[in-house]
Every structure is written in C-alpha cells, then in structure tokens.
C-alpha cells in the first residue's frame, strides 16, 4: 500500500536562501526547504517577508507553489494588535509577522493546498500556530526566545510573561527542530511535550548581500601586526552592543601590548555610533557587508565572538571555525557549539588576557614575530 505523500505547508518570517538584507537564519532555512524537498514532501511556501529581500530563484523551484505577503512596520503593528489578548502586548516577538492580511494568506494556503502539515519556521512566525485548525504544527526552533529575552538587561523583567507565551505556543506545536542539544533542554523547562529532534547547523553558506564590499579590498589593508576579526549583523543589538563593549573596555590592553594590532569588525548594517568607534578608537576598522567573509576568518590571526547575550548557536562561529580559523569567545558566543581545540571559551572578564596570550604564544612561534610591548 503506498504512503500518501507528504504536502508541506511552509510558514516562514524571511525568503528562504534570501539575498539583500540577510542574516545566518535564511542560509538554516533554506537548507531546511532542501531536505523537505529531498524527503519527497510537496511543499507550498507563504513567505510573509520584508520588501528589502528577494527570493531565492533556485528555493522557489523546488516549490509547488511560493505565495508572497509583504512585512513591514505597519503590518507587525497590525499583526500585534490583533494578537494584544494572546500576549503580543509583552511578548510581541511571536507575532510580528501574523497581520490580519497574513493570517488569511495562511487560511487560503490551507484551503487550496490541503496540507498534511504546517511547518513554521522563524519565532516571529511561531503564532500562526494558532491559526493550524487540526493540522498538526512542525517548528523549526532558530531561537529559544525566552532565553534570549532573560539575558538582555533591558528586556529581563519581561521574562515571565514571554516565557508562558512561548510555552503557550508550543503546545500547540507536535514537533520541534533544534539545532543543539541545549536548545531541547530549554523547551523541556518549557514543558513542551512534543517531540524533538536536533538537526543542527545545515547551511553555513553567505547569501547575496546589497552594496556589499569586495574582501579582496578589505584583506588588502591587513596590517603586519595581529588581525583580529568579528563577522556579524550589526542591526543585531546582540552583536552590535557586544562588539562595541570590546572596542571600549577590552581593545585597549591588546593594543597596550600588540601597538599594530588590528581589529576588523565585519557585517552589515553598522549604525552611526560603531560607524564612529572605527574612525576614532585606534585600530578598530568597521567595514560594512562584505561578499564573502571566509577569506578574513582565514587570514585572521585570531576571530573573536565577544557576546555579552542572545541565544542559540552562533552561525558566526560556526562559519569562523568551518574556515580553519581559532576563535575566542565567551560562554555566549559558543552556546551549542562542539567543543574543539580551536574554539577558546573564556568569561568576558578575562577575554582581552586570554587574546594577548595567545597572540604571545602565537608570536613566539612565527618566523616574523609581532611588535610587542614587553
């Protein structure tokens, strides 16, 4: 007797595989539309994206069908307002992307297509959940919101509400997709009783970024002294905030040491004030998106993840250590990640001595030492 085949409803806040404004998550989803594809599913896509990304020609191929509705400010204030007696006041992260307009995209989706199930992938997305009738919900879990919420200092007093609405959410949900094993742990605190798998990091693929620099520019300004990278969104607050605490508080007495060292502060979006540290801190360059980061993680002498919060694992580092390059990060920055001899973890408090050791180790082995200050 023959299996029905599977009809995937998938639900999600970016273009899979995007190219414009992009971060780590649409490079995990797309691979995750892939093994879909790759199982047998049928899968029809609702894409409720922002208009500063466009699609992914080849993930739109694999596709039966690929429904677009455009985000944007005005449609994440309708979707929470719509949603302000399910918990949007508090815990909007759920619901940036439910609009009303959004909402009946899903209903008409589950009307044509009839799915066998509803994949959700993003958290913004997670409250289309309640929109499911019986079809049973599979998610894919890119961030344990709650856990990024407590560690925010100025988002930490919201914890309790955001955490039962996540909690609330999940139930709903059947099955959940995890990309460490922490990660699974967390949703056990959240007494989610479905079931779990932990997939991983699929896709540590770059996508297309709008206006972005070549490297070959960057890479030619390396200077003869120690180049120390960071590679990040900084529309993130978690990287943005975390590098600019470095350059303020840690830079200083690696520079003390190592007068030539560098640091590169690499990724899109960096606002006005970090924009400012790369003219006015001494050896701190902030460079903007750049096509490729994996040349600079290669020729770094050293890849830091300074994060001081946020939740789940680091794509950045990932990608730092996939490049053969040694990173030093704090517990944060390697959440999830697979212990190696390559991934230094050390407490903020102590990240700028355990950088000038390890250059010192460093220039005490290379043929063409460093400058350093003894």
Same mark, same amino acid.
């Given at each position: 007797?023959?299996?029905?085949?599977?009809?995937?409803?998938?639900?999600?806040?970016?273009?899979?595989?995007?190219?414009?404004?992009?971060?780590?998550?649409?490079?995990?989803?797309?691979?995750?539309?892939?093994?879909?594809?790759?199982?047998?599913?049928?899968?029809?896509?609702?894409?409720?994206?922002?208009?500063?990304?466009?699609?992914?020609?080849?993930?739109?191929?694999?596709?039966?069908?690929?429904?677009?509705?455009?985000?944007?400010?005005?449609?994440?204030?309708?979707?929470?307002?719509?949603?302000?007696?399910?918990?949007?006041?508090?815990?909007?992260?759920?619901?940036?992307?439910?609009?009303?307009?959004?909402?009946?995209?899903?209903?008409?989706?589950?009307?044509?297509?009839?799915?066998?199930?509803?994949?959700?992938?993003?958290?913004?997305?997670?409250?289309?959940?309640?929109?499911?009738?019986?079809?049973?919900?599979?998610?894919?879990?890119?961030?344990?919101?709650?856990?990024?919420?407590?560690?925010?200092?100025?988002?930490?007093?919201?914890?309790?509400?955001?955490?039962?609405?996540?909690?609330?959410?999940?139930?709903?949900?059947?099955?959940?997709?995890?990309?460490?094993?922490?990660?699974?742990?967390?949703?056990?605190?959240?007494?989610?009783?479905?079931?779990?798998?932990?997939?991983?990091?699929?896709?540590?693929?770059?996508?297309?970024?709008?206006?972005?620099?070549?490297?070959?520019?960057?890479?030619?300004?390396?200077?003869?002294?120690?180049?120390?990278?960071?590679?990040?969104?900084?529309?993130?607050?978690?990287?943005?905030?975390?590098?600019?605490?470095?350059?303020?508080?840690?830079?200083?007495?690696?520079?003390?040491?190592? /007068?030539?060292? +560098?640091?590169?502060?690499?990724?899109? =979006? #960096?606002? !006005? @004030?970090?924009?400012?540290?790369?003219?006015? %801190?001494?050896?701190?360059?902030?460079?903007?998106?750049?096509?490729?980061?994996? /040349?600079?993680? +290669?020729?770094?002498?050293?890849?830091? =993840? #300074?994060? !001081? @919060?946020?939740?789940?694992?680091?794509?950045? %580092?990932?990608?730092?250590?996939?490049?053969?390059?040694?990173?030093?990060?704090? /517990?944060?920055?390697?959440?999830?990640?697979?212990?190696?001899?390559?991934?230094?973890?050390?407490?903020?408090?102590?990240?700028?001595?355990?950088?000038?050791?390890?250059?010192?180790?460093?220039?005490?082995?290379? /043929?063409?030492?460093?400058?350093?200050?003894?």
């Amino acid at each position: 007797m023959l299996t029905p085949r599977r009809k995937v409803l998938f639900v999600t806040s970016f273009h899979p595989g995007a190219s414009g404004y992009i971060g780590a998550g649409e490079a995990i989803s797309v691979e995750t539309l892939r093994r879909l594809r790759d199982e047998g599913a049928q899968v029809d896509v609702l894409a409720i994206a922002p208009r500063y990304q466009r699609k992914n020609a080849a993930a739109d191929s694999w596709c039966n069908s690929y429904t677009e509705v455009p985000a944007s400010r005005w449609t994440a204030l309708a979707g929470l307002f719509r949603h302000v007696f399910s918990g949007a006041v508090l815990a909007p992260w759920f619901f940036t992307r439910t609009s009303p307009q959004a909402v009946a995209a899903l209903k008409v989706a589950i009307e044509q297509h009839q799915p066998t199930e509803l994949w959700i992938d993003f958290p913004s997305s997670l409250g289309f959940a309640r929109y499911a009738e019986r079809l049973p919900v599979h998610y894919f879990v890119h961030d344990v919101v709650s856990q990024k919420v407590v560690r925010s200092p100025l988002k930490r007093l919201l914890f309790p509400w955001v955490q039962k609405v996540e909690a609330s959410l999940l139930s709903k949900v059947k099955r959940c997709y995890l990309l460490s094993e922490k990660d699974e742990q967390l949703l056990r605190h959240l007494q989610f009783g479905g079931s779990a798998e932990v997939w991983g990091v699929q896709g540590l693929g770059v996508g297309e970024v709008d206006g972005a620099r070549s490297i070959t520019s960057v890479l030619a300004q390396f200077g003869p002294g120690p180049n120390l990278v960071f590679f990040g969104n900084m529309g993130r607050p978690e990287n943005s905030r975390s590098i600019t605490h470095f350059a303020l508080f840690k830079w200083r007495r690696i520079r003390r040491v190592f /007068p030539d060292a +560098q640091l590169w502060v690499i990724g899109l =979006a #960096p606002g !006005l @004030f970090l924009r400012a540290l790369g003219k006015l %801190v001494p050896g701190v360059k902030v460079t903007g998106a750049v096509d490729d980061p994996t /040349p600079a993680f +290669q020729a770094a002498t050293l890849c830091v =993840a #300074p994060l !001081l @919060f946020g939740a789940g694992v680091k794509i950045k %580092v990932l990608q730092m250590l996939e490049a053969g390059a040694t990173v030093v990060s704090t /517990p944060v920055g390697a959440e999830g990640i697979e212990p190696t001899s390559r991934l230094v973890v050390v407490d903020d408090s102590e990240i700028s001595e355990r950088v000038v050791t390890d250059l010192q180790a460093l220039n005490h082995m290379s /043929p063409k030492p460093f400058q350093q200050v003894h």
